[in-house]
């Protein structure tokens, strides 16, 4: 009788999207693959990212949609041409979780919440084979090079396989695993690594004492934003942020976000700029701050000729020479351009997300680690950086996926020196 081919294993560690993508693809293939997270269970960072509505993806079209990625975008690209928003939405469905396209165009799934669909794929991967083991921090390498060491509760572990994928995610919410310890391990092994930094991410502002002490905490709406000089209006963004103690965080300052980290790294500092009434042409505000006040005061007369008061006001007098704000046309051109200095990013723990990893020119097309033959590295710990919206999530998914199929390729490899 002949014996049974021995199916290959691989070990992916990481339990975030991309690793369980990874897993999904191998063991659909018939390989049979043990995944390693280092925190009681998988997808923490998922679940709570889904708390609020879980973003799956965004409806835009493709040539859009691949825009937000920045300098990345062409390596990104090949990962979405085979795991795009629409092969997303359809996977999705194949768990039983239906999905709508909100009045924004994200993406959510109906229930809106990330724990049911988690559930679902995690039995999906199960019932395929997928072996689980919690609890067990990745620690790099045993002596030999090749086999895998993990500490656990029950004391270190070598694990052997015949690949093996790295998704630990970037360095934000360490809380939930993605802490960016393995950066020094492939350091060591002389993987290049791109310095993490902090993406989607809140600002520090020196505020004075009396605009932290009453202002933080509280939203700035209906504006808009852009990044340059004072004659590069560039293209401007309109949403909303929050002003905090430290400076200032929310949607619209995340959209901005790397461009202003980028601004500070290179200068010290950054500039954003503020359209504090967005809707309202610069004429007709001038026009309407010209008019007589009376007896009004300046903040009266802001309030009823152009509807700024409260934060909006307060920021205008953090920001302007006191006497800019008693000439009109000096008033009118700061509400429509008001530079706020910031000074630097938020820590990269409060993050929500990261920028840096991995550098793509460390692997090939398939995401193997040019010197460690069968090493795959996918997901956030790759240099590429997504803004919030469910780009993230999908880039993130479509490179596992992308990676699950690289190791495949490799272990399918005839062993000629350059494969396996």
Same mark, same amino acid.
């Given at each position: 009788?002949?014996?049974?081919?021995?199916?290959?294993? $691989?070990?992916?560690?990481?339990?975030? +999207?991309?690793?369980?993508?990874?897993?999904?693809?191998?063991? /659909?293939?018939?390989?049979?693959?043990?995944? &390693?997270?280092?925190?009681?269970?998988?997808?923490?960072?998922?679940?709570?990212?889904?708390?609020?509505?879980?973003?799956?993806?965004?409806?835009?079209?493709?040539?859009?949609?691949?825009?937000? &990625?920045?300098?990345?975008?062409?390596?990104?690209?090949?990962?979405? =041409?085979?795991?795009?928003?629409?092969?997303?939405?359809?996977?999705?469905?194949?768990?039983?979780?239906?999905?709508?396209?909100?009045? @924004?165009?994200?993406?959510?799934?109906?229930?809106?919440?990330?724990?049911?669909?988690?559930?679902?794929?995690?039995?999906?991967?199960?019932?395929?084979?997928?072996?689980?083991?919690?609890?067990?921090?990745?620690?790099?390498?045993? +002596?030999?090079?090749?086999?895998?060491?993990?500490?656990?509760?029950?004391?270190?572990?070598?694990?052997?396989?015949?690949?093996?994928?790295?998704?630990?995610?970037?360095?934000?919410?360490?809380?939930?695993?993605?802490?960016?310890?393995?950066?020094?391990?492939? /350091?060591?092994?002389?993987?290049?690594?791109?310095?993490?930094?902090?993406?989607?991410?809140?600002?520090? $502002?020196?505020? @004075?004492?009396?605009?932290?002490?009453? &202002?933080?905490?509280?939203?700035?709406?209906?504006?808009?934003?852009?990044?340059?000089? =004072?004659?590069?209006?560039?293209?401007?963004?309109?949403?909303?942020?929050?002003?905090?103690?430290?400076?200032?965080?929310?949607?619209?300052?995340?959209?901005?976000?790397?461009?202003?980290?980028? *601004?500070?790294?290179?200068?010290?500092?950054?500039?954003?700029?503020?359209?504090?009434?967005?809707?309202?042409?610069?004429? *007709?505000?001038?026009?309407?701050?010209?008019?007589?006040?009376?007896?009004?005061?300046?903040?009266?007369?802001?309030?009823?000729?152009?509807?700024?008061?409260?934060?909006?006001?307060?920021? #205008?007098?953090?920001?302007?020479?006191?006497?800019?704000?008693?000439?009109?046309?000096?008033?009118?051109?700061?509400?429509?351009?008001?530079?706020?200095?910031?000074?630097?990013?938020?820590?990269?723990?409060?993050?929500?997300?990261?920028?840096?990893?991995?550098?793509?020119?460390?692997?090939?097309?398939?995401?193997?680690?040019?010197?460690?033959?069968?090493?795959?590295?996918?997901? /956030?710990?790759?240099?590429?950086?997504?803004?919030?919206?469910?780009? #993230?999530?999908?880039?993130?998914?479509?490179?596992?996926?992308?990676?699950?199929?690289? $190791? #495949?390729?490799?272990?399918?490899?005839?062993?000629?020196?350059?494969? *396996?």
């Amino acid at each position: 009788m002949t014996a049974e081919p021995q199916k290959p294993h $691989v070990v992916v560690v990481g339990g975030g +999207p991309a690793g369980l993508m990874a897993a999904e693809v191998l063991s /659909e293939a018939g390989v049979e693959v043990d995944l &390693y997270d280092a925190m009681p269970s998988v997808a923490r960072k998922f679940l709570l990212a889904g708390r609020g509505g879980l973003n799956l993806t965004h409806s835009e079209p493709p040539d859009r949609f691949v825009t937000r &990625y920045g300098a990345r975008q062409d390596h990104v690209a090949r990962w979405l =041409a085979d795991f795009g928003p629409t092969e997303l939405r359809a996977w999705v469905h194949q768990l039983g979780i239906q999905t709508f396209i909100g009045s @924004s165009g994200r993406v959510f799934p109906a229930e809106m919440k990330a724990a049911p669909l988690l559930r679902a794929w995690l039995h999906r991967l199960r019932q395929a084979g997928v072996r689980f083991h919690a609890r067990h921090r990745w620690c790099g390498w045993m +002596p030999d090079g090749r086999t895998l060491r993990f500490a656990s509760p029950s004391g270190d572990t070598a694990v052997s396989a015949d690949a093996c994928v790295l998704a630990l995610g970037g360095g934000s919410w360490a809380r939930l695993g993605s802490d960016g310890a393995w950066v020094s391990l492939l /350091e060591t092994r002389g993987i290049t690594v791109q310095p993490l930094k902090p993406s989607n991410c809140g600002f520090d $502002v020196a505020w @004075s004492t009396h605009l932290r002490q009453r &202002y933080a905490g509280q939203p700035v709406k209906n504006v808009a934003a852009w990044i340059g000089d =004072a004659s590069d209006r560039g293209t401007p963004r309109e949403g909303e942020f929050l002003v905090t103690a430290h400076g200032l965080e929310g949607g619209l300052i995340y959209a901005l976000s790397a461009g202003l980290r980028d *601004r500070i790294d290179s200068s010290g500092s950054a500039i954003l700029r503020l359209d504090l009434l967005p809707a309202r042409a610069p004429d *007709r505000l001038l026009h309407d701050l010209e008019r007589p006040r009376g007896r009004d005061s300046l903040a009266n007369h802001l309030r009823r000729k152009c509807g700024i008061d409260g934060i909006k006001a307060a920021l #205008l007098r953090e920001v302007a020479p006191p006497g800019d704000l008693e000439q009109p046309a000096r008033l009118a051109s700061l509400i429509k351009d008001l530079p706020l200095r910031l000074d630097s990013p938020r820590p990269l723990d409060e993050a929500i997300s990261s920028a840096g990893g991995v550098d793509f020119a460390a692997m090939n097309e398939m995401h193997m680690l040019h010197d460690l033959p069968g090493v795959f590295c996918c997901g /956030e710990m790759l240099d590429w950086e997504a803004p919030t919206g469910g780009y #993230l999530l999908t880039a993130c998914m479509a490179s596992g996926r992308a990676t699950g199929r690289g $190791v #495949l390729h490799w272990l399918n490899s005839p062993v000629d020196g350059t494969a *396996r």
